[in-house]
Structures are given as C-alpha cells and as structure tokens.
C-alpha cells in the first residue's frame, strides 16, 4: 500500500500520526505499507509561495490513497490554499464522491434531544457546482464592483455521482435515497438534478427515493435525522450539510470523510472534516478520532473491508468506554491501535 | 393603513385571517385598516396560467404592506409560483432586507438539548445571489446537457444590506455582528461581501464583528446559538440558516419574516417563513402564531412600535399559557386577538 500523507497545518500532523499508527496496527502482515511524507500547507506557501506545484501533483498520482490532516491558517489569505491546494486536489484527482457518513456513536455529545438514531451517508459531488472557481469581479474595491460565481453543472457529472449513491443505497439496508437540491429557486441546475435523479432511480427499484429542498433538509437534520440513510446533493449543499450532520452526532471532532475517485484513474484522498485548530495545535488535545474514521473509508476504499470495519468497531468501543476524563491526542491513538489489534 | 393580503395557497387563507383578526384587534381606533385581497397562487394559475400579472404588479404598488400568507402546491411545477409569484415580489419591490427574528420562546419545542437562550436576527439579503434567475441550460434532458446557475453580487446591493444589519446590531444591547459567507472558496462574491462588512464596520465603531464561513455557522445554531445577535447574509445562505434557525426555536410554525424594502419607495411584504402545508390545509391544525408575529414586524415597520410589542407580548404569553391541549387555528387567533386588546 503506497499511501501519500499529507499532514498540512495546525493539528493535521498529529491526527494524522495517530491515523497512520492505527492504520499499520490493523493492517495483515502481507501488506507492506509504504508512506511518503508531502510537506503542502500554510508553513510552505509562507516558505515559498507555492501552494501545489505540477511536480507534486505529479507525484501524487503514484500513490494508492492520500492521508491528509487539515490545511489552512489565519496567516494565509481565505482561499489561497483551499483552491490552491485542497479543492485543487479534488479536482485534479476527479474526486467526484464526497463521502462523508455520519452515524450517532455511543457516548458522543450530540446538542440535540433525545439522542435520536442517526446512522446516514451524504454523498456530496466533488467536481461542480459553486465550487468550479467560474466568477469574477468587474470594477473590484469600488462602489461599482459586480461579483458573480457561476454554479457549473453537467449530465456527466451529476449522473456518475447520483448513480454512486443509488448503489450505496441499494446496498444498505434501509435502501432509501434523499436528494438534496434548491430546484425552487435554481431551477436550471435543479431541474438537471432531479431529472438525472428520477431517470436513474427507475434502474433501482428497490430504493426509496425522496426530494427536499436544502432549506427544509437542515430542519429535519436537527428534528427528525433518523428519516435519512443516503443523501446526494450537490458540491456547496452537501459543504454545508455535512457540517451540520458533524455537529448533531458528535461534532466535527468525530467527522471523516473520503474524496474518491470510484474509477481508480487518480488515488483517492481521505480526510477529517474538521480545519486544522490552530488554536489547539501542539497542545495534544485534538481527537484523532476524524481521521481514524477517515483510515477506515481509506481501507474500504482499498479493498481491505474486514480491516476498515475493525478500525470501526475500534472507535465505537473507545467511545463507549470513554468517562470523560481528559486524553491526549496520543493517548486516544495508542487505545485505537491497541483495539485494532486486540 | 391600505394593506394588500395575499392569502395564497394551503394554509395560507386560514392563517391569513388570524393574522388580520389580531391586527384588527391592536390597531389604535384612529387608525383605519383597509384591506384588499388578491387571488394569487396555485389556484390562480391553474385557472388562467398567470402568476402576477403586470396590472396586480401595479395595484399592489398603492398599498402600505402587503400580508401573505403562503404561496406553493404540489400539483404545480416547482419554480413556477416561487420565481413567477413570491421572488418576482421581493424583486420588483426591492426587499432587499429579508428580515428573520429568531427567539425561543418560553413552552416551544426546540430539538436542542438544554434549551440555550436564542434571540438573534438574520438579515438576509433579498435581491441578489443565486436567486437572480440568472443562468441556463444548455442540450437541456441529454447526456451532454450542462446547466449554470449564477450568482450576481453587486457593491451596491451589499453594501445596503450590510448597513442596515449594522444599523439594527447597533440598536440592540449586544450590538453584535456576524458576517457569514464563504469566502474560502466562493472567493469573488465572498471578497465583496467581506471587504463592504469591513468597510462599512468602521462606521460602527461600537459594534463588535465576526465573520464565519457558512458550514460552520450551521454548526454553531446547533451547538452554540447564543453566539448570535445579528446576522448579515446572502440570499441563498440566508434562505437555509433561517430555516435551521426556525427549527432550533420552536420550529417553522413560529417565524415571521419581512421582506422589507427601507426606503419606502415600494411596499414591504410581510409572511410566516412556513410554506403552504397542503397536508393540513382546512383541518384547523395550522399555527398562525409565525403569521402573527409576520404581523408585528408590519407594525413595526410602518411606526406602530408600541402595537408591534403588544402583539409579540401577545404570542409569548399565549406560548407561556399553553399546556399541550389541541387548539384550532382560530382559537389560537381569538386567544391573541383577545391578549392583544387586555
Ligand atoms: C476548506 C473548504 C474548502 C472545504 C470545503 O468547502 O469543501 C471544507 O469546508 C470541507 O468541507 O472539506
Ligand atoms: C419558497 C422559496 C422560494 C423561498 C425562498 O427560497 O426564499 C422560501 O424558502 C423562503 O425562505 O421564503
């Protein structure tokens, strides 16, 4: 397994140490596990002004899987290195499946009541949508300025990630499929959407299909998330949703996520959904557990199932067992690799 | 007063009439309340294929505010009635202040745990971002189809908007302002924004100010909510906080919105954020407590300060004073109307 690691800034090294020490704790002998370190992130663009250069890119492509922490810090101008390096990646690497799954663990602070039972996977587009970087500003810093951005979307790219979630959802046992658009209002993207959606369902009858509206959506997230199983939206909603969904099972301490490419033609790249906490940097109190979460998708993503569901039932058993008594990141880390293995 | 009442569609002529049965009952006797109503909505435009034709557009013109109560069915397209009806309003009247108070109020369900103390505002920029209708699609229901949806921004629109929501953070005991966007990635749009909120804040110098990327404000209405005092946003992100702020006090059956145009220059609409709950129309289930409330920022924005708190007292002790029995819609109603005038 060739795995490229990008740690990035704040606490994404030690996440990512955590991640890797569980990664080799649970993986079989046979697999050797090769890593190469890529130093990407706040402290290079300040070092060199470069955020991904065509050489890295290049030699990421060699890898089977990229482990990344987190990227970004106040020091850095928004948006420098979310396009220059994160979105970059995603879109590069065609990581058109956003997965991101969201389940209530035992034991995890939800603010909602009642604790409800939420077990649901949002598959977010990767490639489109708001985040295709088409805008502009005319007569920028005057009382003139027009800004726009231009939400992109083709039958292409929204038919080979609404056909992904049907197979996800065919596969689970709930078998139901949620839409997520704003087809009121953006009606031309929306309509797209939801055309691709009804056409493609009619090849899976056995998944039940429902639409809503973004707004409605965040309501029943927070009053009734137990009707979801598998969400598909679009690139800026499912942002949007997703960190909606970390908070009310746990928080985005708890929150991983995969940027996949189903073809194979790019590695795929696995990540927690939470930023890089300058705040908290180097002080060992950062949760591996996002990226933990993010090695299981990584080990499914490979192949290595039995592995990915042990990295699994590892987490849910630590969370379990946690009293609330205060661990260092490490500590948290040593616990999984030693669950892993037991 | 010369107010125009658009009942609209569902639920909306029932709620409607409480609405006005409680203004009718505050308003001081000096002040003559004439109403005219006018047929817009599904029906309509099953009837004749018109959504707001050009004459009504004019007579609605001659009026002090217009009070609607829900717009929308399922048996019409999505899209129709939101652009042809409801967004063509907002447009062509200028509201550019949507206008979306959220408070939870003693006795009201909140899914959140804990019960935080919520009282924040959002203002929602009414005219501009993704819901301009700019955009298309191209080789529309093929393989090849691609459709865009544009989000216009101008300095101009901003920059209103932004000062109203200091003017409004001013007034309030916090004076507290939050920017959200998401300027990490749609970075024109979001530089605009973010460079007029700078801007313009140094004419507040007492107002403190904070800026947060939209994924992340969702998160903190769940976890945090009482961070929040005033909120400037556009209007696509404004359209999903507001619901998820809706849902975290006591649900959509509570907030009152006000597309608000300052100047005076067209009439201000006023209408509960809810939608036309055709499940429900005509069983006299439907809360017309977020009409109600709709009602009190009319009277707010036309001078009646001292009416709109009468009416707001109103609702929270009727809130206060329930104890979980069935009311209908009218009773609720004749309860406020009844408060109103004690
Ligand atoms: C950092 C940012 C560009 C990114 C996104 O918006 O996709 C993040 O919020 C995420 O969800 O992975
Ligand atoms: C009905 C729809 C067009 C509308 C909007 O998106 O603005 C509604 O959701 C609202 O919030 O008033």
């Known amino acids: 397994?060739?795995?490229?690691?990008?740690?990035?800034?704040?606490?994404?090294?030690?996440?990512?140490?955590?991640?890797?020490?569980?990664?080799?704790?649970?993986?079989?002998?046979e697999v050797k596990l090769e890593t190469e370190e890529y130093?990407?992130?706040?402290?290079?663009?300040?070092?060199?002004?470069?955020?991904?250069?065509?050489a890295e890119l290049e030699a990421l492509k060699g890898h089977d899987a990229i482990l990344l922490g987190a990227i970004g810090d106040p020091s850095v101008p928004s948006g420098v290195l979310e396009r220059?390096?994160?979105l970059k990646l995603r879109f590069a690497f065609d990581h058109y499946v956003n997965l991101r799954p969201s389940k209530?663990?035992?034991?995890?602070?939800?603010?909602?009541?009642?604790?409800?039972?939420?077990?649901?996977?949002?598959?977010?587009?990767?490639?489109?949508?708001?985040?295709?970087g088409n805008g502009g500003s005319l007569r920028t810093g005057t009382p003139a300025e027009v800004a726009t951005e231009v939400s992109l979307n083709t039958a292409y790219g929204v038919e080979r990630v609404v056909r992904d979630a049907y197979e996800r959802a065919q596969a689970r046992p709930r078998k139901k499929l949620t839409l997520v658009h704003k087809n009121n209002v953006l009606v031309h993207a929306g309509h797209l959407w939801k055309n691709i959606f009804d056409r493609v369902g009619r090849e899976y009858p056995e998944v039940t299909t429902d639409y809503l509206h973004v707004d409605a959506a965040t309501i029943f997230f927070v009053t009734q998330p137990e009707r979801f199983d598998v969400i598909v939206t679009d690139n800026l909603f499912g942002d949007?949703?997703?960190?909606?969904?970390?908070a009310v099972t746990g928080g985005i301490g708890l929150a991983a996520s995969g940027n996949i490419n189903p073809s194979g033609a790019f590695p795929s790249m696995f990540e927690p959904v939470h930023g890089s906490a300058p705040d908290i940097a180097g002080t060992g109190k950062a949760d591996p557990t996002a990226t933990v979460l993010s090695v299981a998708l990584l080990l499914r993503h490979l192949g290595h199932e039995a592995e990915a569901a042990r990295v699994e039932t590892a987490v849910a058993e630590d969370l379990a067992a946690r009293d609330g008594s205060p661990r260092t990141t490490d500590e948290i880390g040593d616990a999984l690799a030693l669950r892993v293995t037991g």
């Open 104 to 132: 209530l663990l035992p034991n995890t602070a939800t603010p909602l009541a009642g604790r409800p039972d939420i077990d649901f996977v949002v598959v977010r587009e990767g490639t489109e949508g708001p985040y295709v």
């Open 1 to 29: 397994m060739r795995l490229a690691v990008i740690p990035g800034d704040g606490i994404g090294r030690e996440v990512v140490a955590q991640g890797l020490k569980v990664l080799t704790a649970v993986l079989p002998s």
């Open 39 to 54: 130093d990407l992130g706040a402290r290079r663009w300040h070092a060199t002004g470069e955020t991904l250069p065509e």
């Open 84 to 86: 220059g390096l994160l």
């Open 240 to 246: 949007i949703l997703t960190d909606l969904a970390a």
